[in-house]
Each structure stands twice: as C-alpha cells, then as structure tokens.
C-alpha cells in the first residue's frame, strides 16, 4: 500500500493534482479541500494516499491529512459509497463538520452534498454513527 507520498507539484486542477516523484508524475484524484490547499506549481507537495485497483487501472487518491483520509477509507465501507461519494463528502464538508453530521444523524447535513441522496444518507448514519461517536477530531 501507499501511505504517503512526497514530490513536487506539477500541476493542478479543481479536483486532481500531478506530483512528480524523480522521473514518475504520479495523477491524484482529489477532494476540493485539498486542491485549495495546494501549494505553488515547482513547489513541495505531499499528500496521504489510497490507491483503488479497478478493470479500467489503478486511481489514486490524494489528501492533505491522515484524518481526510481516514474519513475517505471509512466513508468507503459504507455500501453505495463509492469513491465519487467520497470525494464529495470531503470536498463539501471539512472532516470536523461532517463527523459531527453523522454524530448529529443529520440527513439534511448530509444531503445537501452532490452524490449522496436520502438512502445513501441513512446508510452512512447507521454505519458510521457509531464510530463518529468515538471519534476524537480537531474542531468536532
């Protein structure tokens, strides 16, 4: 597995980056959080990762803290969650708020996000409602 990567950014869009890694320019799919937080084209980037192994090839995803990433994992193991999902939830909601939606069981909290719809919601507050409970974030 990737854990975490470091290289230098060669590129970025609304919801990806490129970092270059020696002669290796690795595509990061990426939560908008994370893109707003990238650094300067030439300029260090790391980022926490996980790598998902489909028919079509590999996609890696990127994230700017071990927490994104761990709430991206998490979000994953919810059934109808799929990465796009994922990515939304973080994209739209920073990890302390969307833990504290799920801790709160808000449907609408988590509705109001592009991908994810009513039963999708309720699949992630009884999944993840529990967990979100004993979780200890920053801001939560």
């Known amino acids: 597995m990737i854990e975490r990567i470091q290289g230098v950014l060669a590129g970025k869009g609304p919801t990806s980056a490129l970092l270059q890694i020696g002669p290796v320019c690795l595509e990061l799919a990426v939560p908008l959080s994370t893109a707003r937080r990238l650094p300067e084209d030439g300029e260090p980037a790391a980022f926490w990762t996980h790598l998902i ?59 109001h996000v592009p991908r994810i719809g009513q ?22």
Do not use: C, N
């Open 53 to 111: 192994w489909r028919e079509e090839g590999p996609s890696l995803y990127g994230f700017r803290d071990r927490q994104e990433r761990d709430l991206f994992r998490l979000l994953l193991g919810v059934q109808g969650v799929g990465p796009a999902g994922a990515l939304s939830l973080l994209s739209h909601l920073p990890p302390a708020e969307l833990v504290r939606q799920i801790r709160d069981r808000s449907v609408e909290g988590l509705t």
């Open 119 to 140: 039963k999708t919601a309720g699949r992630i507050l009884v999944d993840l409602g529990p967990k979100a409970d004993q979780m200890v974030l920053e801001g939560a």
